[in-house]
C-alpha cells in the first residue's frame, strides 16, 4: 500500500499552528466564538502557495494578524502581491496589526461584524417579502 504525504504547505501550515503569536492566539479565541454564529474560521489554512491566518472559506474572508515585520519594505511589497492574488481568487483581506489585537480585541472584533456582514448566515432574520416556510 502507498502512503500518501501531504503537500508541503498542509506540513508548514500544522506547524504554524503549533507556534501561533500571542495576537493569533486572542484572535483565534475569539473568531472561534464566532464560529457559534455562523462563521467558521479556520487558523494557518493554505490557499494557493499561501497560507493564511485565519480563513472563513464560505464568506470568502481571510483575516491576517500582521506583526512589525510587515511594516518593512520588502515585507509591505510582498504583501501587496499576497493579496492581490488572493483577491484574485475572491477572498476578501483584512489585516491587523497585532498591536490592535492586543490593545483593542473587541474593536478589531467590531470592525469584522460590521465590514463584512453575514448575508448568508442561518441565525438572520428571515426577510419581510419572502413568504413563509409551508
Known sequence: ???LQPRPEINRARSLRQT??????????????????????????????????FVDHSHALVIEADGSQHMEPAAIVYDKSRTAWLESQGYR??????????QNLEGCIDIILRLYPRASCNNEEPDASSPAPL
Do not use: C
Open 1 to 3: 500500500m502507498i502512503a
Open 20 to 53: 501561533k503569536t500571542l495576537a493569533e492566539i486572542k484572535l483565534w479565541r475569539a473568531l472561534r466564538g464566532l464560529n457559534r454564529d455562523g462563521w467558521n474560521f479556520r487558523q494557518q489554512s493554505p490557499i494557493g502557495k499561501y497560507i493564511v491566518d
Open 93 to 102: 483581506v483584512l489585516r491587523l496589526s497585532n498591536h490592535d489585537i492586543l
